[in-house]
């Protein structure tokens, strides 16, 4: 991974699609971390875009999860 790809600021509306996408993909499994991670801070945020971690840096990198997945996409050889 490059380091522009690290730093790069996540679109905020592409923030919050990834942010609800994988929420959708841990929920119910209570035994993942990842699971406790977004329940806690939806739980903390009371479901608020502008509460929740990924919201909390000002270029929308202040959840793991969400760099992880911008990255992974970033990354993905796009087809022709």
Aim: charged share 25%; proline share 5%.
């Amino acid at each position: 991974m490059s380091v522009k790809t690290k730093t790069k600021a996540i679109p905020q509306e592409l923030a919050l699609a990834l942010c609800q996408e994988i929420r959708e993909e841990q929920h119910g499994k209570w035994w993942r971390w990842t699971a406790w991670w977004c329940w806690g801070c939806e739980k903390a945020s009371g479901g608020e875009p502008a509460k929740m971690c990924w919201h909390s840096h000002p270029e929308y990198r202040g959840c793991t999860q969400v760099n992880a997945r911008y990255a992974a996409r970033a990354l993905r050889p796009t087809s022709h």
